[in-house]
């Protein structure tokens, strides 16, 4: 079996963030970087899998240079090999890109498995495994809190649903997973474990190599800004009647919370 497990760089999130004076992007020059969190259960996940079933783990990793260093602390604790796709010059880029950029080069690959942590912690899409399931036409299973392999043509996964509930669904393979924080406890790399990482392969790709230099963001950003902390109080007077309709009122049509 071949599994893909795509992971991002992000802001770590004891760092402190500034925002750019060009008010487009944060000042990276005081920041440290991580691997996303949800991403480090799904390689875990990934990992023990492949220690059941005798599976190749594959790192696909899309980001600037310095996010190869997510790619090789993926390949300390385990995995076989990794894709790593350079971004310089499309920063711009919305989740629908991206993953239309991913799947162009995992369609060669004929995964039967990719998985993906729910979602990042920077952007918080939540969309990127369902955008590649849709991409590679085939199944998908989010909030994935467990996973038991059915053969060699479908996979039984344990779906987090509301109010404490779990579900189980079998899926087809190939699958795409979005896999929830909390599934497993990642391992640490071990020192064998680094060391076997300098001699495993890492291809590099550009999006023009990929032939996906025409691809074009629908998301523009425009500005990027701490929220600001406001207070207000409206006071409300008349008889009992006359203020539970101007209540009524508020939450119906300000605060929409009443239909």
């Known amino acids: 079996m071949k599994i893909c497990v795509l992971m991002k760089q992000v802001p770590d999130k004891d760092s402190s963030i500034k925002i750019s004076m060009d008010n487009l992007s944060i000042d990276e020059s ?38 190869i260093q997510v790619v090789k602390d993926g390949l300390a604790k385990g995995a076989d090999r990794a894709i790593f796709i350079s971004n310089k010059d499309k920063e711009d880029l919305d989740i629908l890109s991206i993953g239309k950029i991913i799947s162009k080069k995992l369609l060669d690959e004929k995964f039967d498995l990719v998985l993906s942590g729910l979602q990042s912690d920077d952007d918080g899409n939540a969309q990127l495994g369902l955008i590649i399931s849709e991409l590679l036409n085939t199944s998908h299973g989010s909030l994935v809190m467990g996973t038991e392999i059915d053969g060699n043509e479908s996979i039984k996964v344990k779906r987090e649903l509301e109010n404490g509930w779990f579900q189980w669904s079998k899926l087809d393979l190939p699958a795409s997973l979005s896999i929830q924080s909390g599934i497993n406890t990642p391992r640490y790399a071990s020192l064998k474990g680094i060391m076997a990482m300098k001699k495993k392969t890492i291809d590099k790709f550009t999006i023009d190599e990929l032939g996906c230099s025409e691809i074009n963001s629908k998301v523009n950003l425009d500005k990027m800004y701490i929220p600001q902390k406001s207070k207000s109080t409206e006071y409300i007077d008349g008889n009992p009647s006359e203020i539970a309709e101007k209540l009524v009122d508020i939450f119906k049509n300000e605060m929409k919370v009443l239909g």
Do not use: H, M, P, R
């Open 30 to 67: 005081i920041v440290s970087f991580t691997t996303n969190e949800s991403d480090a259960y799904a390689l875990e996940e990934a990992l023990q899998i492949k220690e059941k079933t005798d599976s190749e783990v594959v790192i696909c990793t899309f980001g600037k240079d310095s996010a």
